[in-house]
Antibody, heavy 121, light 111 residues
Framework: QVQLVESGGGVVQPGRSLRLSCAAS????????VHWVRQAPGKGPEWVAV????????KYSDSVKGRFTVSRDNSKNTLYLQMNTLGVEDTAVYYC??????????????WGQGTLVTVSS | QSVLTQPPSVSGAPGQRVTISCTGS?????????VQWYQQLPGTAPKLLIY???NRPSGVPDRVSGSKSGTSASLAISGLQAEDEADYFC???????????FGGGTKLTVL
């Protein structure tokens, strides 16, 4: 069965960096684009970034562009999110989610359990 | 604020039918991008409930349905059960933002 397992969250001071990982199994990882989606406490989900199946195309939300970098290692079935210059507004549960293209957009058919990032002094 | 607008809460008695609306604009739902719905139980990740406006993934009961018209979409749940109590989010793609967008979520309470 499809599994996505995030790790790397924790408490970090403002201005510092953190790297999240997402280990995938149960499907051909190298055939799917994958997203990072975050959810602040009590809020709706917010899309963060997407990386194409081969890693050649990446897109970011305006709120993280220039600070966050998404990457993947298809040989290890793993997705990464390097987060730099973190601010309190980045506090959220971060999920990785598999992309499924419909022809009229795409959506998230499987989600990991999430990893909590808390930015606080 | 969220690009897609949902009511903060809805409620219904067991066995009743409820609907949740999701209002967008000409750059997302109105631009013919598909709408998806996700269910989130407390302390868990969102789970896909409806994709492509009206399609149910395997395992989702047929008392759950989705529809779309113009710049809006709706999720309907009939025969309400206690296990339906959760947060529900709509999602689409926005061409102006070049981003995947979500609604702010609707909390469904089963009375």
């Amino acid at each position: 069965q499809v599994q996505l397992v995030e790790s790397g969250g924790g408490v970090v001071q403002p201005g510092r960096s953190l790297r999240l990982s997402c280990a995938a199994s149960g499907f051909t990882f190298s055939s799917h684009a994958v997203h990072w989606v975050r959810q602040a406490p009590g809020k709706g989900p917010e899309w963060v970034a997407v990386i194409s199946y081969d890693g050649n195309d990446k897109k970011y939300s305006d709120s993280v562009k220039g600070r966050f970098t998404v990457s993947r290692d298809n040989s290890k079935n793993t997705l990464y999110l390097q987060m730099n210059t973190l601010g309190v507004e980045d506090t959220a549960v971060y999920y990785c989610a598999r992309d499924l293209w419909t022809g009229r957009g795409s959506y998230f058919d499987y989600w990991g359990q999430g990893t909590l990032v808390t930015v606080s002094s | 604020q969220s690009v897609l607008t949902q009511p903060p809460s809805v409620s219904g008695a067991p066995g009743q039918r409820v609907t949740i609306s999701c209002t967008g604009s000409s750059s997302n739902i109105g631009a013919s991008y598909d709408v998806q719905w996700y269910q989130q139980l407390p302390g868990t990740a969102p789970k896909l409930l409806i994709y492509g406006n009206r399609n149910r993934p395997s395992g989702v009961p047929d008392r759950v349905s989705g529809s779309k018209s113009g710049t809006s979409a709706s999720l309907a749940i009939s025969g309400l059960q206690a296990e339906d109590e959760a947060d529900y989010f709509c999602q689409s793609y926005d061409s102006s933002l070049s981003a995947w967008v979500f609604g702010g979520g609707t909390k469904l309470t089963v009375l």
